[in-house]
């Protein structure tokens, strides 16, 4: 801004006068061009302008006129006029120089602006390239990473995979290594058990060379001189039943066994020995005395008829007489120096009759052996046993029944306990805790003689009611849980809570399931030699109709199968509310069964059956033995696997359906790792 002009008034001032100044221009300009617009005929403005001299002339002498609108029209201010002069006598206004600075500063800031915009704009522009060149670099960074992450997760992996290999390979050899212990050990076993049969068998023979004897006397003091060493011998054989039970056996043991029987084989030899020498002696003697009679009875012939007949009339009650003797002295000697081999569940005892069998009971006995034996070969002794006890059980029990069911003055109260005993029964479910408590308060009320009918009205009232009751339970198994498994629970729970109150009524409804279904035992009964395929199938448990037809096989595997889910039901049953005693048939016995099968031989016919069973026993009772034994019964699900399906398998079999199901069961449950509950079990405190 010029040093003259100081103040904001004056500037203000100014602006005007040089807008003032612009418009009179303006009117100037287009009236000179309106006086010139018919005289001019050429381009008198821009680059193609041609001016000649006259119109200089002219254009000067017009320019040199004073313009009437540079004559400013005189105003009522009394500011000053900024004007100046020069010798030409052509006058400038301040105003317009000012307003030309200000128009050429506008267009130099412009410019800057300009220049500046620009300069912003190639900034901007440098400025996104750089961004996209870190961008760029951003990105190359940033795969670089990825890539290096990902070759770093791919060394891991490969890593993992490389020690998850290592592991896979290791649990392989501990699982080669543990299958090969196994096989050892099963062939430990086979081999001790073997030896065990063999030992029993040996043992077997002293009775039998004792009935042999005929010096009853004698016999019994060679037996008593190898009683210590047989005593003995069945200790150290039952420690290595423990053993066997336990699962624990080794090389050792077998070498042991093999030595216990080497020496109860000496000693039967020694034995067997003594008693050929005290035969033939015995024979001997007999001969010596019969000679003597002789003898004596020659020399007093001649003293008369009459006393001849007395003396041969005397020899045999003399004879008889002597024999009695000998027996009566054998017997007492024997009885005080027999000898018992006794385990945990079995108890052997060497037995010497008083009275020498005839020729038809030896025959009978010895048939009696020989079925024995062949029985061995399809049950362990122990279910052996076991069973015939059963089966004499429900024997007397039925003989003690006979004459009070035959009696026509309780027909009645027959009818009326089957009726109050049948319709609890029948109505057995496990809808809530109070149906099923009402159901069996029913049923113990009418065996304690507290409900109508009274069983205490007859002596054989109550075991009357108790053998109805477990006739019809085991009835259930083979009719309702054959068609609905989940109704074996709450029957089970019933049956407990009974078997608590009442030991007598759960060996009989054991014995009713023995005689049943043999195969909870378990005893699977061959075909003995002249038996008849109708006395055969009947043991084995088919039913025939009045025309004779046996049942068809899908039939009885369902009825058979229904009958083991209810006894393996009753096995896992859990006791009431408040109740301490612990199952009267508890877990051990599912146990002890899936160790008598599997010690059994598989057969052709009874493949399918043996597969129901295993499947029905292992879904009902599986998790429960997986929870109280878990190593080994993992170990028992292997050996079953590997082991003894397989051989199922090669014997052939007549349907495929059971051994897939068990196979697939196996296989799952293997591969999980566990047995889920079975369906429709009770809560353990239900009621």
Same mark, same amino acid.
């Given at each position: ?29 287009l ?20 001016v ?19 004559v ?33 500063? *506008? %267009?130099?800031?412009? !410019? ?8 912003? +704009? #190639?900034?901007? $522009? &440098?400025?996104? /390239? ?9 990105? *190359? %960074?940033?795969?670089? !990473?990825?890539?290096?992450?990902n070759?770093?997760?791919? +060394? #891991?992996?490969? $890593? &993992?995979?490389? /020690? ?24 430990v076993?086979t ?20 009935e ?10 060679a037996?008593?001189?190898h ?9 150290q ?28 084989d ?18 001997e ?16 012939k ?33 009885e ?51 069973y015939?006890?059963s ?68 002596p ?61 035992v ?75 099968v ?8 009874i ?10 026993i ?14 080994q019964f993992y ?53």
């Amino acid at each position: 801004m010029p040093h003259f002009v100081s103040t904001r008034d004056e500037n203000e001032y100014n602006m005007d006068d040089i807008a003032s100044d612009f418009v009179c221009l303006k009117v100037s300009a287009l009236k000179k061009a309106s006086q010139i617009s018919g005289q001019v005929d050429r381009i008198t403005i821009g680059p193609n302008l041609k001016v000649n001299e006259n119109e200089n002339e002219k254009t000067e002498n017009i320019e040199n006129e004073q313009n009437s609108c540079n004559v400013r029209v005189p105003q009522k201010s009394n500011r000053p006029q900024n004007k100046t002069s020069v010798q030409s006598g052509i006058s400038f206004s301040v105003k317009k120089i000012l307003l030309e600075c200000e128009y050429q500063r *506008k %267009e130099e800031v412009q !410019k800057e602006i300009d220049r500046r915009w620009q300069q912003m +704009k #190639e900034s901007g $522009k &440098a400025i996104l /390239e750089n961004m996209a060149i870190s961008r760029l670099n951003m990105a *190359k %960074e940033r795969e670089r !990473k990825i890539q290096e992450n990902n070759d770093t997760i791919l +060394k #891991e992996q490969q $890593k &993992a995979g490389q /020690e998850e290999l290592r592991r896979r390979h290791e649990r392989q050899r501990e699982l080669e290594e543990y299958r090969k212990k196994m096989r050892e050990k099963e062939e430990v076993t086979t081999k001790l058990i073997i030896l065990r049969n063999l030992y029993d068998i040996k043992y077997r023979y002293f009775a039998a060379y004792s009935e042999n004897c005929k010096d009853k006397n004698s016999v019994a003091i060679a037996l008593s001189s190898h009683a210590a060493k047989l005593e003995e011998l069945n200790y150290q054989m039952n420690l290595i039943d423990e053993k066997i039970r336990a699962d624990d056996v080794t090389a050792t043991d077998l070498s042991i066994i093999e030595k216990i029987v080497n020496e109860v084989d000496e000693i039967l030899c020694s034995f067997k020995s003594e008693i050929d020498r005290i035969n033939v002696q015995y024979e001997e003697t007999l001969i010596a005395a019969e000679n003597a009679m002789h003898s004596a009875l020659q020399t007093h012939k001649s003293q008369g008829h009459e006393i001849e007949g007395n003396q041969v009339a005397c020899e045999p009650v003399i004879l008889e007489q002597c024999t009695h003797d000998v027996q009566n002295n054998a017997s007492q000697s024997y009885e005080e120096n027999q000898t018992e081999v006794q385990d945990e569940n079995r108890t052997v005892v060497l037995n010497i009759p008083k009275v020498v069998p005839s020729n038809a009971n030896a025959e009978e006995s010895a048939t009696s052996e020989s079925d024995k034996d062949v029985f061995y070969e399809y049950a362990d002794t122990e279910s052996l046993q076991i069973y015939e006890n059963s089966k004499k059980f429900l024997t007397d029990y039925l003989l003690s029944l006979d004459e009070f069911l035959q009696s026509a003055d309780t027909k009645k109260f027959r009818f009326e306990c089957q009726k109050a005993i049948n319709i609890p029964v029948n109505a057995i479910s496990g809808i809530n805790a109070e149906h099923l408590r009402d159901k069996y308060e029913r049923l113990q009320n009418l065996l304690i003689g507290k409900s109508w009918p009274n069983v205490k009205q007859y002596p054989q009232g109550e075991a009357f009611c108790k053998n109805i009751l477990s006739k019809k339970i085991v009835s259930q198994g083979e009719t309702l849980v054959s068609s609905k498994p989940k109704m074996a629970f709450p029957i089970a729970a019933v049956v407990v809570a009974l078997w608590n109150e009442h030991p007598d009524f759960g060996h009989l409804l054991l014995s009713h399931f023995h005689d049943l279904c043999p195969f909870t035992v378990p005893v699977f009964i061959p075909k003995m030699v002249g038996q008849s395929n109708e006395d055969y199938y009947k043991s084995m448990g088919y039913k025939y109709s009045e025309d004779g037809t046996v049942e068809k096989h899908d039939k009885y595997l369902k009825r058979m199968s229904g009958l083991m889910r209810l006894y393996a039901s009753i096995i896992i049953t859990h006791q009431r509310k408040r109740i301490a005693k612990s199952n009267p048939h508890g877990l051990q016995n599912a146990w002890r069964w899936l160790a008598a099968v599997l010690n059994i031989e598989p057969r052709k016919e009874i493949t399918d059956l043996c597969a129901t069973l295993l499947l029905d026993i292992l879904e009902v009772s599986g998790n429960a033995l997986w929870t109280a034994y878990p190593k080994q019964f993992y170990k028992l699900l292997i050996l079953l696997t590997e082991e003894y399906y397989p051989r199922m398998q090669n014997v052939g079999f007549i349907g495929g359906g059971p051994l897939v199901r068990l196979e697939e069961f196996l296989r799952n449950s293997l591969t999980k790792g566990s047995i889920p509950p079975p369906e429709g079990e009770l809560a353990q405190n239900f009621w």
